[in-house]
């Protein structure tokens, strides 16, 4: 049996997993979140998600021989071509909200699971396509003074307040919470790993 350690503070993450039933350990590590532009967003997204894992891997040196997976993931939005990361300040926030107001996005997760006894890491990626109907301007103000844009990629949590904004998806719901739950499983069952659960 494998024991599953989530190297992310993300509360979303957390609470997706544990609603899925497994059973993890969370363990974050600070890790600097600059997206490489020579990179397509997908393959940005993929190594995000491996900088973390094996950031993990080096800092934490965890021991073998124990069936340790260290889960990392990292989620953009992308607008056409440009990556919407997490907003600096609130005057982003609602650069970010306008830029996506009308608009259809693409939301998209890296996952890395690194195997600690094999050390190995699988990476895999998730897209999901969110289309927002037009905000007002008074809109996006009031949905930034709730503070929820602030830690989260493209200003926005479609679990949250911003769930009125969005007038349809294509693709894992999951994934634009901030995991793709459908991806993950299917890494585990390719890779015979077998997880506690309740």
């Known amino acids: 049996m494998h024991k599953l350690i989530l190297a992310s503070q993300s ?5 997706l997993l544990s609603e899925a039933g ?5 363990d974050p590590v600070k890790v600097s979140e600059i997206i490489d532009k020579n990179l397509n967003p997908r393959d940005a997204a993929e190594a995000l998600a491996r900088h973390k894992a094996r950031t993990y891997v080096d800092v934490r040196k965890p021991l073998k021989n124990q069936g340790f997976l260290i889960l ?16 600096k300040n609130s005057t982003e926030a609602h650069t970010f909200l306008e830029q996506l107001s009308g608009k259809t996005h693409c939301v998209i997760t ?16 998730e897209e999901t396509r969110v289309t927002f ?15 929820e844009p602030m830690d989260k990629a493209g200003a926005y949590g479609i679990q949250g307040l ?3 904004f969005v007038a349809q998806t294509e693709g894992s719901y999951s994934n634009v919470v901030g995991f793709p739950l459908e991806c993950f499983k299917q890494m585990v069952k390719d890779n015979g790993w077998k997880l506690d659960s309740r």
């Open 72 to 87: 990392s993931a990292d989620t953009i939005v992308v607008l056409g071509s440009h990556i919407l990361g997490k907003p």
């Open 11 to 15: 509360p979303r993450r957390h609470d």
């Open 133 to 147: 109907r037009s905000l007002s301007s008074g809109e996006i103000d009031d949905y930034i003074k709730t503070g």
């Open 22 to 26: 497994f059973l993890f350990q969370v």
């Open 110 to 125: 890296g996952v890395c699971v690194y195997d600690v006894d094999e050390c190995r890491e699988v990476v895999a990626s």
């Open 162 to 164: 911003a769930k009125k």
